[in-house]
Every structure is written in C-alpha cells, then in structure tokens.
C-alpha cells in the first residue's frame, strides 16, 4: 500500500502561480511513477502531468504544457507541481496518485504515461480568480 496526500492548493489570481506538493509514504519502493490529475466541477477527472519514479522522464497534457512542471525528491518521497501562469479554467480539485507500473493505454491519447494508478490522495483545491 502507498499512501499519497496533497498540499498547496489556495487561491490565487489569473497569471499568478502555485506549487503543489504530495508526500508518498507506505511501501513507496515499489512506485513506478507519480502522477497529477485534476477534476473541474461537473466535469470528469483528468490527466494533467506524470514522471517516472526512477529515470525521471516526464509526461505533460498539452494544456498544461509549458506551464506546468512536475518534480520530484527520491529521497524525501515527494512530488511537486509548480503551477505557472495560471487560467480560470484550471480550476479544480488536483489529486497525487501513484502507480504499480501496469500497463495501460488509459492516458496514452492525452499525453499521459503507459500505466495506470492504483492509490490515490483525497486532492486539494485550487482556485483561479479572473
């Protein structure tokens, strides 16, 4: 079992900027990859941004792209979002999710990983003003 909690969401204005973090605890060793999703209000959960626990490679949804950047501390077993240049419409609840490693082409079409999540944080909320 790995545990994932998020923190650092908040409110902030158009343009503005924000870090996400999530702090992985349990048997992380056996993490393949770490990732970020977010689900708007009415809206279904979406891919936002992964890296690869070991080689560090990293995957971006083209929203985020350019805005975004995920990181990561081996050691500390955290995950990083830094949110830049913020929109309204990235608005929503962000989750931390960890993943096994199984194959999976669920994300594959929004420029996502090649593996499914199996634990999940509870997110955090993150507000874009206008």
């Known amino acids: 079992q790995v545990y994932v909690v998020e923190s650092g969401g908040g409110l902030v204005q158009a343009g503005g900027s924000l870090r996400l973090s999530c702090a992985a605890s349990g048997r992380t060793f056996i993490t393949h990859g770490m990732g970020w999703f977010r689900q708007a209000p009415g809206e279904q959960r979406e891919f936002v941004s992964a890296i690869n626990w070991s080689s560090g490679n990293t995957y971006y949804a083209d929203l985020v792209k350019g805005r975004f950047t995920i990181s990561k501390d081996n050691v500390k077993n955290m995950l990083y979002l830094q949110m830049d240049n913020l929109k309204p419409e990235d608005t929503a609840v962000y989750y931390c999710?960890?993943?096994?490693?199984?194959?999976?082409?669920?994300?594959?079409?929004?420029?996502?990983?090649?593996?499914?999540?199996?634990?999940w944080g509870q997110g955090t909320q993150v507000t874009v003003s206008s």
């Open positions: 999710a960890a993943s096994l490693g199984r194959r999976s082409p669920k994300y594959s079409a929004s420029g996502g990983p090649p593996y499914d999540f199996d634990y």
